[in-house]
């Protein structure tokens, strides 16, 4: 398999890796979010190299580099928006656990309040000597 057939095949697992994190942020699988993060961190230097070494088959061969890139930058670009999304989609899970969170410190602000007027208040330890 040439450089450029693995670097196509490097971007389509790109997007499955992207889509299932996608499902996996719906379905707050933080664990799976994460090894799809971990997976692609771990594609970028193979995608790296592949690149470099597919240009150079390109011209090799005789290729149009340019128009080879084009369609890259297509894929990529599709890449990117699905990145978007899941970035979106992670956002909105953010921005609703911080609402969460700001509810349940008011809830507890509020029952510290209660209890604080309806507990009985307790006589100092200590009366005064005289």
């Given at each position: 398999m040439n450089a450029?057939?693995?670097?196509?095949?490097?971007?389509?697992?790109?997007?499955?890796?992207?889509?299932?994190?996608g499902i996996a942020i719906r379905e707050s699988n933080w664990t799976r979010v994460a090894s799809c993060q971990h997976s692609l961190r771990d594609?970028?230097?193979?995608?790296?190299?592949?690149?470099?070494?597919?240009?150079?088959?390109?011209?090799?061969?005789?290729?149009?580099?340019?128009?080879?890139?084009?369609?890259?930058r297509v894929l990529i670009g599709e890449l990117i928006e699905i990145e978007r999304r899941n970035s979106a989609w992670l956002n909105d899970v953010r921005q609703t656990a911080q609402a969460q969170v700001s509810q349940l410190e008011q809830s507890g602000q509020k029952l510290r309040q209660v209890q604080r007027s309806y507990s009985p208040t307790r006589a100092p330890a200590w009366s005064s000597f005289s």
């Open positions: 450029s057939d693995q670097l196509h095949q490097a971007y389509q697992a790109w997007r499955q890796l992207a889509d299932a994190e594609l970028q230097p193979q995608i790296l190299r592949w690149t470099q070494e597919a240009r150079a088959e390109w011209l090799q061969e005789g290729r149009d580099v340019t128009a080879e890139e084009n369609r890259l």
